[in-house]
């Protein structure tokens, strides 16, 4: 009996022991786990104040960590996207995926609030319906609106998703995709006729994408609707990418041809104003 006692009082010691020691690893391996997070973020934060990068090394004394440790966190941020190595001189930058994580949280939090101004302002102007979207997995996305005073109504609303080709936001969204990044969303959207006036061929797609980067607005000339228009213009970040735009519908007589490029004039330097709250430097 008292052997079996003493077992039973060993083999218990042994797990508490062993409890112990793996309680202990596992709190370690998160203090490491924080330790590393913190130590990539100072990486990227001192990337920041550098324009033309840093060496391994010159991170390695500021961070104040060996330098093979360095090299695994910025191998891990160089493939992530977060920094970009030049091959030649060995010096970091920062990546464009920061540029992008930016976008994507400018348009979170700040976009509606940073729009609302200049969709009244476009409002009184025009007294058209004026309305904010964002491109989101190939759909423009309408995220703000401001109705008309008038009795014409739109029919838009928040939360409606829109193919971009045949309507004016949705080509501002996309003004500046090159010819892959407009193929890959008319996989997702083909380009069927709605009306007409819709476009239906790639090559004239981009060519009107080429006009509404030149002219600095776009055009739904009854392309989704019959006698409903649109013009709108797209919305830069500092990084200089597209990530929302502003747009105005009315019907053909609201917006007729004299007076589309007076609403268009007014909807791009409204953007250009919209943009530089962004902190964007392009001009048009």
Not at 219 to 244: K, L, N, W, Y
Not at 269 to 277: A, C, G, I, N, R
Request: glycine letters at 8%; aromatic letters at 4%.
């Amino acid at each position: 009996m008292k052997a079996t006692i003493e077992h039973n009082k060993n083999t218990a010691v042994g797990r508490k022991t062993a409890k112990t020691k793996s309680n202990s690893s596992g709190a370690a391996g998160k203090r490491e786990q924080v330790t590393s997070v913190d130590r990539a973020l100072t990486i990227l934060e001192l990337l920041a104040g550098k324009t033309h990068g840093l060496s391994t090394s010159d991170l390695s004394r500021r961070v104040r960590i060996p330098k093979s440790s360095t090299s695994y966190l910025l191998r891990t941020l160089v493939a992530r996207g977060y920094v970009r190595r030049d091959a030649e001189t060995g010096f970091h930058t920062l990546g464009i995926k920061l540029l992008s994580l930016g976008g994507q949280a400018m348009q979170g939090l700040e976009l509606r609030d940073i729009a609302m101004p200049h969709l009244r302002h476009i409002v009184e102007r025009t007294q058209l319906d004026t309305h904010l979207a964002i491109l989101d997995h190939g759909d423009a996305v309408y995220i703000e609106r401001i109705e008309s005073p008038g009795f014409i109504k739109m029919a838009t609303w928040i939360g409606r998703r829109m193919v971009p080709h045949v309507t004016g936001v949705g080509k501002a969204l996309i003004c500046c995709h090159d010819r892959a990044a407009v193929e890959a969303i008319v996989a997702i959207h083909p380009l069927k006729a709605i009306t007409p006036n819709t476009i239906t061929t790639i090559p004239r797609l981009m060519a009107e994408l080429e006009k509404t980067r030149q002219r600095g607005y776009a055009i739904d000339d009854e392309e989704h609707e019959a006698r409903v228009r649109c013009i709108a213009a797209p919305i830069f970040a500092a990084s200089g990418e597209v990530v929302a735009a502003i747009g105005v519908s009315g019907t053909a007589g609201q917006i007729s041809d004299e007076a589309i490029v007076k609403i268009g004039n007014l909807v791009r330097t409204t953007s250009l104003k919209f943009s530089s709250q962004l902190g964007a430097r392009r001009g048009r």
